[in-house]
Nanobody, 121 residues
Framework: LQLVESGGGLVQPGGSLRLSCAAPGFTFHDYTIGWFRQAPGKEREGVSY????????YYADSVKGRFTISSDNAKNTVNLQMNSLKPEDTAVYYCAVSYGSSWSDLYSGSWGQGTQVTVSS
């Protein structure tokens, strides 16, 4: 399973970015897809995930109200819309997939290579 993240870049504080996670040749149906991030010198942290079985979503407190996770079944991608970005959102963002539906399941699931998000003026 290969996961490919895209959409990262440099944005000013208050700006927006939209990350996408694709899995060529694989369908996300019946899986949980999550987004993590890791800033320099910090541990990797869970940001958001979506359970494709029932559409339920979860957000870390630090991004609640600013980030929105969604799935695009036609394109077989999972997207993370990030609004009102802050410098502390700067990190490498990774997507992960698991058949299980918990954060620990995602940590031990399949991971992409990550995409850099930098929020700076």
């Amino acid at each position: 399973l290969q996961l490919v993240e895209s959409g990262g870049g440099l944005v000013q504080p208050g700006g927006s970015l939209r990350l996408s996670c694709a899995a060529p040749g694989f369908t996300f149906h019946d899986y949980t897809i999550g987004w993590f991030r890791q800033a320099p010198g910090k541990e990797r942290e869970g940001v958001s995930y979506i359970n494709s079985r029932d559409g339920s979503t979860y957000y870390a407190d630090s991004v609640k109200g600013r980030f929105t996770i969604s799935s695009d079944n036609a394109k077989n991608t999972v997207n993370l819309q990030m609004n009102s970005l802050k410098p502390e959102d700067t990190a490498v963002y990774y997507c992960a997939v698991s058949y299980g539906s918990s954060w620990s399941d995602l940590y031990s699931g399949s991971w992409g290579q990550g995409t850099q998000v930098t929020v700076s003026s």
